[in-house]
């Protein structure tokens, strides 16, 4: 009668589950030291030296039983691998930022010939430059870019100094930052997050199943 | 509601996973000396934990290859030992020189102090393709933390045989496992071993012949 009860009540029924899971649990730990424990020569005098050194092996080991503890890895290949690993999750480089105030007052970025081009006007230039109209700028081109409409042949270096309160252009000055590459393993967090995801969806699935069959008895 | 019968059905689960664990990795400890991880002796908690030969029973273990041909006693072990077992008992025995006994059939290694044996444990050996060489050696060196270049694997307590490498060291003893031709032995029995052994220590490895056991069921 108490199992009817029992079974008849959600509650009781769970508490029931977990009573004989750790019932059954259990007695296959103990079925399991009974088995495992055995002595192969029960009740053997104790001086039979033979029986006695025989008895106390694991066993011969058999062929279907053998794994390699240790594979082989020659040293350049573990060198190779963590290069390939680490080469996903490179550190980032610090941006080289350079304040505007500096770059008025700075004298140009490069000093190579084949990177510098004449002084243009702000006209001549982007539109919008906050740079005060008047100023000598500076372009510095990607190597192998040609100058195009910009004109000319490269000439030499034009002073170039901050003398006259001209400064480098911030075009090309600031070199594009590294983009932050998320690590190449998940992290036990994330597995853990994503575990926790599909048992909240699972819950709400059996959650809905189970309000659904409720109203449909309630209007049934 | 929920939460509770998915709590049921983990316990469930976690029973079952629990005993196939038992069945599976077999608990470890034989007689208890497992327990003891420090290097003080600990003695058998057996009422006779040292079992000394008759003229007659030393000759049938040796021709045997079971033991040492001047075998004086050797531990009391009534049951079988495990995948990771091992016990040491030098309780009754005076100093002496250590000897090392491995057997590769019965997957044992034994040592002996003066002809008296003080510890066993199961032990890993190498596969077909790298067998563990059989014979005499000599501890040719002793290296507490070693690392083999070749496979790139930890060999602590590493007692060394031969010199392409073959060593007696610690390893995770485990059932379906083998090695590239070392002996592994308990990571604990090993440092008992190790503290025990010299440059020069004598390594005996045999592969026995199994005896008839028709006589004994």
């Not at chain 1, 998940?186 to 699935?205: D, H, R, V």
């Not at chain 2, 420090?38 to 006779?48: E, I, N, P, T």
């Not at chain 2, 019965?106 to 059989?134: C, K, M």
């Amino acid at each position: 009668m108490n199992v009817k009860l029992a079974a008849a009540n959600p509650k009781r029924r769970a508490a029931w589950r977990v009573a004989s899971g750790l019932a059954i649990a259990a007695s296959l730990v103990g079925v399991a030291e009974v088995t495992c424990g055995d002595d192969r020569f029960p009740g053997r005098p104790i001086g039979n030296v033979i029986a006695l050194l025989e008895g106390r092996s694991p066993g011969e080991r058999t062929g279907a039983s053998v794994i390699k503890l240790k594979k082989k890895i020659s040293i350049n290949k573990i060198e190779e691998s963590r290069q390939r690993v680490l080469g996903k999750v490179f550190p980032l480089a610090p941006p080289h930022v350079v304040p505007p105030e500096d770059l008025l007052t700075s004298t140009p970025l490069l000093d190579f010939t084949e990177f510098q081009y004449p002084p243009l006007t702000l006209d001549e230039t982007i539109q919008g430059n906050s740079i005060s109209s008047g100023a000598a700028l500076y372009y510095v081109y990607p190597v192998g870019q040609s100058s195009g409409d910009n004109g000319g042949s490269p000439a030499t270096n034009n002073g170039g100094s901050s003398g006259g309160g001209a400064g480098g252009s911030p075009i090309g000055g600031v070199p594009p930052l590294v983009p932050d590459v998320p690590a190449a393993v998940p992290e036990p967090e994330a597995w853990a997050l994503m575990l926790l995801g599909s048992a909240l969806c699972a819950a709400a699935l059996r959650r809905d199943k189970s309000s659904r069959r409720r109203s449909f008895d309630a209007d049934a | 509601m929920l939460m509770l019968r998915l709590l049921s059905f983990g316990v469930m689960g976690a029973g079952g996973l629990a005993a196939a664990f038992t069945i599976t990795q077999l608990p470890i400890p034989s007689l208890g000396a497992k327990a003891a991880p420090d290097l003080s002796a600990r003695s058998l908690d057996l009422a006779k934990p040292r079992m000394f030969l008759s003229e007659e029973a030393r000759q049938d273990a040796a021709k045997a290859e079971l033991l040492p041909p001047d075998t004086r006693s050797v531990l009391n072990l009534p049951s079988r030992m495990r995948y990771g077992s091992w016990v040491w008992d030098d309780s009754d025995i005076a100093q002496g020189t250590l000897t090392i006994y491995v057997d590769l059939r019965r997957q044992l290694l034994s040592a002996f102090r003066g002809n008296h044996e003080i510890g066993t444990a199961v032990i890993l050996y190498g596969t077909d393709t790298f067998s563990t060489p059989v014979g005499r050696f000599r501890v040719m060196a002793k290296m507490k933390t070693h690392r083999s270049s070749t496979y790139d694997a930890a060999m602590p307590y590493t007692l060394r045989l031969t010199s392409d490498g073959v060593s007696i060291h610690g390893s995770d003893v485990h059932g379906s496992r083998a090695t590239h031709g070392c002996v592994g032995v308990p990571l604990d029995f090993a440092r008992r071993l190790f503290s025990e052994a010299k440059v020069g220590t004598k390594v005996e490895i045999v592969r026995s012949k199994a005896p008839d056991l028709s006589q004994f069921g």
